[in-house]
């Protein structure tokens, strides 16, 4: 998974629209989209502030970052991280602050 699909997976698992989520970061949706479909690299101040407005660890972005992964791989990453994003969603609605076990 390319960093750019990490960030649109977690953009739609929170349930932000990419325009909303530009308008936050002070960015056009267009510049944002070329990020998403990895035309273009963000600097690492934009990744913060992307972290920030999603309420994400900035290092999540990363954590699937391979591009020689089967599609069969890349399949269960993708699912993984919306496993992760979900959780943490709860975790935020809830007020709890532990990951379960497997996650830990």
Known sequence: MTLGNAIKLI????GVKQRA?????????NYLSLIEVGKREPSIPFLR?????????IGMFFLW??????????TDQLR????LVVHMQ??????QRKLPDDKQ
């Open 80 to 83: 993984e991280l919306r496993d």
């Open 21 to 29: 989520l530009a308008t936050e970061l002070n960015v056009t949706s």
């Open 90 to 95: 709860a975790i935020s609605i809830s007020g």
């Open 11 to 14: 953009r739609t698992a929170k």
């Open 49 to 57: 502030a992307l972290a920030r407005e999603l309420e994400v660890p």
């Open 65 to 74: 970052e391979n591009s020689q992964t089967s599609k069969a791989r890349k």
